[in-house]
């Protein structure tokens, strides 16, 4: 994925604000929010694995999981020619339309 960072099993999505100068990092997956800054990639980096910390400090000291938990569920909405595609495709492939979604998301997030 372009504009993410990893670091110890985090993915951050990163963005550049023109007007400070600075990117700024958004801590993905988290039960709660974090983000940090900086102006090269070494800062960057650095500044995640201090915002990661602190998240991760302050959630075991409040007794609160760490990463976000997610249902498995989730509402898709599509135009109706796509979908009607999309239900032409699974049902040629013999498999279910959810099937076919898993699919195509597990292909785009390289799992």
């Known amino acids: 994925m372009e504009n993410t960072m990893n670091v110890d099993g985090f993915t951050a999505v990163i963005r550049y604000n023109p007007e400070t100068d600075q990117f700024r990092g958004e801590i993905q997956g988290l039960n709660g929010s974090a983000d940090f800054y900086g102006r090269t990639p070494v800062e960057l980096r650095r500044e995640f694995r201090a915002s990661l910390r602190y998240f991760i400090e302050t959630a075991e000291k409040h007794g609160l999981p760490v990463r976000k ?3 498995g569920k989730f ?37």
């Open 69 to 71: 938990v997610a249902s």
């Open 75 to 111: 509402n898709v909405r599509l135009p109706s020619e796509l979908h009607a595609r999309a239900a032409a495709a699974a049902a040629a492939d013999g498999i279910s339309l959810n099937a076919l979604v898993e699919r195509a998301v597990r292909h785009e997030v390289a799992m």
